[in-house]
């Protein structure tokens, strides 16, 4: 990623109409990202933390443990009705 120069504005006027204009341009340095980036900015400022998606992986993990117990102690109950 290339650093672009990009125009800002140093100093702001206020006018008695409460309207605002720049006074003083200037050409600073700065990284400047493609629109298609907007996604990777998102989660790098959110931190990459979802907590509705935790949520639904934890309470999925422990329905997946909780499925895979009943069907042991049912197998279990099939092989002691064998004997």
């Keep these: 990623m290339a650093t672009e120069f990009i125009?800002?504005?140093?100093?702001?006027?206020?006018?008695?109409?409460?309207?605002v204009s720049c006074t003083s341009l200037?050409?600073?340095q700065g990284y400047v990202l493609p629109p298609e980036a907007g996604g990777?900015?998102?989660l790098l400022i959110q931190g990459?933390?979802?907590?509705?998606?935790?949520?639904?992986g934890f309470l999925g993990t422990l329905a997946l443990?909780?499925?895979?117990?009943?069907v042991g102690?049912?197998?279990?109950?099939?092989?002691?009705l064998k004997r």
């Design 48 to 56: 990459g933390f979802d907590a509705e998606l935790f949520r639904i």
């Design 7 to 19: 125009q800002a504005c140093r100093a702001w006027t206020t006018h008695p109409d409460n309207s």
């Design 26 to 28: 200037e050409w600073i």
């Design 73 to 80: 102690l049912i197998i279990s109950q099939l092989r002691k």
């Design 65 to 70: 443990f909780a499925l895979g117990f009943g």
């Design 40 to 42: 990777q900015l998102d």
